[in-house]
């Protein structure tokens, strides 16, 4: 049974880094043609791919965030990771990690975490 | 970056109806693989997405028949065929031939 879940810090502050955590089960990242990507919604608006990463390492970006974004992943424990630098209130969304299999992209999906920006 | 529109963004159905959605792209989805990396995903209220179709037309696991994908190139239709409530929420079609993924912006299906 494949499951995802997201965790971050709830709330921060403008300016800082926002880490995030995506644990999972029922795959490995070091399965041949696996790989997790990172979505968010704000409130009320609609999903916009931030970043993935594969089983061999490989990564890409949205070229919107720039330099903010980092993916990371620890294949031991079955995790993924995004760190997004520099936040502000435009951040502010609901963050989910979803699967990629070969072709099959975001098959499984995270029940998502709430990240505010506020000072 | 690849813009998919969606058309209607707000879409009332009854019960039993079929209603189609549109997703139109700014360039053609089909890749040098051959493959055409179109998706469809529901998103029922305060729910996840959930993937209802993948590469155009195939039906995703434990998705209902009632809903099917056409489509090539750059225009794409999902069709349900007979919309039930559980239907209702807001659908999404997203493309990954193109660097970076992008979604279109959202249609919104209302039962009467």
């Known amino acids: 049974q494949v499951t995802l879940k997201e965790s971050g810090p709830g709330i921060l502050q403008p300016s800082q880094t926002l880490s995030l955590t995506c644990s999972f089960s029922?795959?490995?990242?070091?399965?041949?043609?696996?790989?997790v990507s990172w979505i968010r919604q704000p409130s009320g608006k609609g999903l916009e791919w931030l970043a993935t990463?594969?089983?061999?390492?490989?990564?890409g970006y949205n070229p919107s965030l720039k330099n903010r974004l980092t993916i990371s992943k620890d294949t031991s424990n079955n995790q993924a990771f995004l760190k997004i630098t520099s936040v502000d209130t435009a951040d502010t969304a609901i963050y989910y990690c979803a699967r990629i299999l070969w072709v099959y992209y975001f098959d499984y999906w995270g029940q998502g975490v709430m990240v505010t920006v506020s000072s | 970056d690849v813009v998919l529109t969606q058309t209607p963004s707000i879409l009332s159905a009854t019960i039993g109806q079929s209603v189609s959605i549109s997703c139109r792209s700014s360039q053609s989805l089909l890749d040098s693989d051959g493959n055409t990396y179109l998706y469809w995903f529901l998103q029922r209220p305060g729910q996840s997405p959930q993937r209802l179709i993948y590469?155009?037309?195939n039906l995703g696991s434990g998705v209902p028949n009632r809903f099917s994908g056409s489509g090539s190139g750059t225009d794409f239709t999902l069709k349900i065929s007979g919309v039930e409530a559980e239907d209702l929420g807001v659908y999404y079609c997203?493309?990954?031939?193109?660097?970076?993924?992008?979604f279109g912006s959202g249609t919104k299906l209302e039962i009467k």
């Open positions: 590469l155009v037309s």
């Open positions: 990463i594969c089983w061999e390492d490989s990564k």
């Open positions: 997203m493309q990954a031939t193109h660097a970076p993924l992008t």
């Open positions: 029922g795959f490995s990242l070091s399965t041949s043609g696996i790989c």
